[in-house]
């Protein structure tokens, strides 16, 4: 075993060998930093990975809420928006200039180079919020996932009226142990395998939703649906209809949202063709592919449910048969969000290991990493601090999913606060200051409307996800039974 301090200088640099710094200078990039080899196709994976998450079954119930016409137009207006603003993002990365500016690594540093001020400190606690949310809820969602397992077995040996009782914390166990395992993968740089892994889970489980639902329409056995979807007085009432609306609204506008890992995803592209040309292209790809899948699983599951749509139509049991079938969906659910984790953690492992060598570049237990041979893998570069500070936050987000397991409602209230800072008001207002938009301009008056009117969707679905989380709160059972 081998230990080296990460500080130290490049070997070129100590030996004031010519060649010798030449031939590194080939396997760095401009900043000093290891060579990166992202594509827009390893890009468009991490993305499809970020955004399509297991929340795409539930689109069924979003457009139940809103009907037929609200709900797709819904749908459609909100994968503009995500694009335009990604865009945005996207040549924000270098600053000043969107081609040949110093590189920015975190969204934090975007704001920070190009706006300044307290700003800074509202970007971080909007991201860093929403990523510490969003890996306690992948906790909980995956549990969901693999105890529908147990649950669709149970229905089929023992008939829809059986009475089961599973808990879901010893899942949630086995999905910590192995985000200990996969935390120790550096940097987001090493993720490319794990993403397009998930990707290809995601579209699985994607695919076997929306051909269910075909079966079911096909099958003559379609529900009541409306072009204003639930009916006042037969499916809700006046009061949870206007709630439920707004947190349909929500749900939809939060299932695009990927800013707060964009300029990360970003960090990982290689420097020809420029990182923003790449990056918009994987934005195109990324969002158009999850408008495709959104659409066909939200407008199909509702012809298949109706106005009873269930919130998830997988782990909800929309469907009872094949019972293998549902079994397989929920395993690449689970197999989707263990690759999902990741790709939101890494920028908060990042985060605190920039800050914490900054703060103590001498402190030999945080900047030093060992190099270990790993059979089937070579050499592996393992870093105590590392080790220890991953372990530490998987354990503490396992615990908090075990005693919140109705996280999930208080993730959409997070959602919510996060979706309008980090996905529309940050990059409008950084790309007036980058391209120095004329004040009363048309273009000036048209990002600020679009501002003002994503801030109201945002207060709006917080409003409906408190009422969510009150009612999550009431009903909540320490166990999930199967007549849930």
């Known amino acids: 075993m081998k230990s080296f301090n990460t500080e130290h200088e490049h070997p070129a640099a100590e030996s004031g060998n010519v060649y010798a710094e030449s031939d590194h200078t080939k396997n760095v990039d401009d900043d000093g930093r290891e060579k990166r080899t992202g594509t827009w196709l390893t890009a468009s994976a991490h993305i499809i990975t970020a955004v399509i998450g297991s929340g795409v079954l539930s689109l069924a119930w979003a457009i139940a809420q809103l009907g037929w016409i609200a709900g797709l137009l819904i749908l459609v207006i909100f994968s503009f928006i995500t694009y335009f603003t990604s865009t945005m993002l996207a040549d924000c990365y270098r600053a000043p200039d969107p081609v040949t500016g110093k590189r920015n690594y975190t969204y934090m ?30 906790t909980i969602t995956a549990s969901i996932s693999l105890v529908a397992i147990g649950k669709a077995n149970c229905f089929h040996n023992k008939g829809h009226d059986a009475d089961c009782t599973l808990s879901s914390y010893p899942y949630m166990a086995a999905f910590g142990i192995i985000q200990v395992i996969l935390s120790q993968i550096p940097n987001f740089h090493k993720l490319s395998f794990l993403s397009i892994m998930a990707a290809v889970m995601s579209f699985t489980y994607a695919t076997i939703g929306i051909g269910l639902a075909i079966a079911t329409v096909a099958g003559g056995k379609v529900g009541k649906t409306n072009m204003t979807g639930t009916v006042v007085g037969v499916d809700v009432t006046a009061t949870q209809k206007i709630w ?37 292209r994987a934005s195109l790809v990324g969002v158009s592919t999850t408008s495709f899948f959104y659409i066909l699983c939200g407008c199909l599951g509702y012809a298949a449910f109706g106005n009873k749509a269930p919130g998830d139509f997988l782990t909800d049991f929309g469907f009872y048969e094949p019972f293998w079938l549902i079994d397989f969906a929920n395993a690449c659910i689970a197999f989707h969000l263990i690759g999902a984790y990741q790709v939101f953690a890494q ?23 060992y190099s270990v041979n790993v059979p089937f893998l070579g050499k592996f570069n393992i870093s105590i601090f590392r080790l220890v500070w991953r372990t530490a936050y998987v354990v503490i987000t396992t615990v908090v999913a075990m005693i919140f397991p109705f996280f999930n409602a208080i993730l959409g209230l997070i959602g919510a606060a996060s979706f309008w800072p980090l996905t529309v008001y940050f990059p409008v207002e950084m790309h007036i200051a980058q391209t120095k938009v004329k004040k009363h301009s048309p273009r000036w008056i048209g990002l600020k409307v679009l501002c003002w009117v994503c801030l109201i ?3 709006l679905a917080a409003a409906g996800s408190i009422a969510g989380l009150i009612s999550s709160v009431k009903t909540y059972k320490p166990f999930r039974t199967i007549h849930e």
Not at 125 to 130: K, L, S, T
Not at 247 to 256: E, M, P, R, S
Not at 347 to 367: A, G, H, S
């Open 109 to 138: 540093d975007v704001v920070r180079s190009y706006l300044g001020g307290r700003k800074v400190q509202l970007c971080g606690v909007a991201q860093y919020g929403n990523l510490i949310g969003i890996t306690v809820g992948y």
């Open 244 to 280: 439920r609306s707004f947190q349909a609204v929500g749900d939809i506008a939060f299932a695009y949202a990927y800013a707060t890992v964009l300029i990360e995803i970003q960090d990982t592209l290689k420097s020809s063709p420029a990182e923003n040309k790449s990056m918009k």
């Open 347 to 369: 920028p908060i492992f990042q985060f605190v290991e920039k800050r914490c060598n900054r703060n103590w570049p001498d402190n030999k237990f945080i900047t030093s990493e």
């Open 457 to 459: 969707v945002s207060l």
